[in-house]
């Protein structure tokens, strides 16, 4: 059986090396990546077999894995679509989901296409930033399993399963309002304190001295790939606009009470916020590998 | 020699433990608490040898490093100076410096105390939170080191080393502001995505099924005690609205991006961003232990 990963960065590259790695040779994993230096690293490092050309993985493979940047792939899933066999499954793993079921709505091939959203990433990019393990434990969710052919469906299920993910359904909609507060916001507040901070340093070279975990945790995000993220928020303006006003409100509600010196104010908000713990305890955290 | 721990949370519970654990029995470590069953649990987490009252602390402690909250720190301060010999030292480990040095400013004992923050912890709270090696490797700041004996301060030294720690020197002010920026800051913004998050689950339980790696990352701080942090920030609201000032400018701006999509500009203001790569690098994780 072929595999191809189309996208040889965090995801496509993670997803390739477990592949790669742990289906003990049944399965062969080729990939394709418009930047030639991406390919040959990602053979270097044995995240796939070899790399081939866009024309050849849709002659040749069985399943194909679309995990360019969001808005990428909704430009080349109709191509990829036009092309595709009736024993040939496309499954994309982009972060938004709306546009991409969009673009592909009317396709006569719309029935070989699965939209997936694997729940996993790390602040790196790149297919040195590939690690085994990535999604082990971890959800998965599928948009308008309705769309699918079941059989295609069951092929993608099979692969998701393969990386250790329990998944999930949602229409396309509700995905993309979800993840734009638990995922899209996350970064744009990572962003603009990694920019706050970096604005104080101008005049004051010894403040990062004094960066301790609390903040690394916090500024993680700030690293992710602007490539990646500008397309994610390009494909979701709407929800995530709505999302950092709900935000902003509340950072400048902290500012109030700490203008106002409300210090029973303040406790009532920290406690408030405390109720996150048990959301944060089902979170599976990444494995090294 | 005996040291007497006074706050027996995660901090001074982890500086107990360290002592207690690894001096080889040189040390005979003491803990005052004014909750009987965090003392209790102290003792039976081996953090302490036992608990004793304030008063049998200052007759017997060569050193007391004082880690509660930093308003009850400025409020005890004074009377633990007015009670020490010239042969003992008292530390405070507190994550605010100017208004607890302004307290005891000119106390007749002023050089017998180290004004010191141990740039160290987690977002958990109590003595069950106390861990070893939490402050191996990390940074220590102490507060006008020139008010100190300068065999007090060693001593202080000498407690910080054994903790694996390396000291640097600031002023009250200085140290209160870079805090402001790179510690206060990111506890407020993750207690403002955590309420924002909380809001949206109001209307809709299943979002907390999408929360990933990356939320638990921004939102993990929203854990923290909240007498602590309403006194850290009672402690320094001068500069912590700034900081909270300078932020709530990136995030609108960030908005503005987004409702104007322009991508360009995101692109932009996140690479911008990925310049605290070289910052986070330097910051080490804490061990498991």
Redesign the interface.
């Not at 962003?191 to 104080?200: G, P, R, Y």
């Not at 010894?206 to 992710?224: D, E, H, P, Y």
């Given at each position: 059986m072929i595999i191809t990963i189309v996208g040889l960065g965090l995801i496509g590259g993670s997803i390739a090396k477990e592949l790669n790695n742990r289906s003990l040779g049944t399965i062969q994993v080729y990939g394709v990546d418009k930047n030639p230096s991406h390919g040959e690293k990602a053979v270097e490092l044995k995240l796939v077999e070899k790399v081939i050309s866009m024309e050849e993985a849709l002659a040749e493979s069985e399943v194909m894995i679309i995990a360019t940047p969001v808005n990428i792939i909704e430009k080349i899933l109709p191509h990829i679509l036009d092309n595709l066999s009736d024993n040939q499954v496309a499954i994309d793993v982009g972060s938004t989901k709306s546009d991409i079921c969009l673009a592909v709505k009317d396709h006569p091939n719309r029935k070989r296409f699965v939209a997936a959203h694997p729940?996993?990433?790390?602040e790196f990019s790149g297919p040195e930033a590939a690690i085994l393990n990535l999604f082990h434990g971890?959800?998965n969710?599928i948009c308008e399993k309705e769309k699918s052919e079941p059989e295609a469906l069951e092929k993608a299920l099979k692969v998701f399963e393969f990386l250790g993910m329990n998944t999930?359904y949602?229409n396309p909609e509700?995905?993309d309002k979800?993840?734009a507060?638990?995922?899209h916001?996350?970064?744009?507040?990572?962003?603009?304190?990694?920019?706050?901070?970096?604005?104080?340093e101008k005049d004051?070279k010894?403040?990062?001295?004094?960066?301790?975990?609390?903040?690394?945790?916090?500024?993680?995000?700030?690293?992710?790939n602007?490539?990646t993220?500008?397309a994610i928020?390009?494909k979701n303006?709407d929800y995530?606009?709505e999302?950092?006003?709900?935000?902003?409100k509340?950072?400048?509600?902290?500012?109030e009470l700490?203008?106002q010196?409300d210090?029973t104010g303040?406790?009532a908000?920290?406690?408030?916020?405390?109720?996150?713990?048990g959301?944060?305890k089902?979170?599976?955290?990444?494995i090294k590998s």
């Open positions: 729940l996993a990433g790390t971890k959800k969710i999930f949602l509700e995905h979800h993840l507060y638990v995922s916001l996350s970064h744009v507040t990572s962003f603009a304190l990694s920019q706050t901070v970096l604005e104080i004051d010894q403040i990062f001295n004094l960066a301790s975990t609390g903040f690394a945790s916090t500024a993680r995000l700030a690293k992710c602007p490539t993220w500008t928020f390009e303006p995530l606009s999302a950092i006003d709900v935000y902003i509340y950072m400048k509600k902290y500012k700490v203008d010196r210090w303040m406790y908000a920290i406690s408030e916020s405390n109720k996150i713990s959301v944060l089902g979170i599976k955290q990444n």
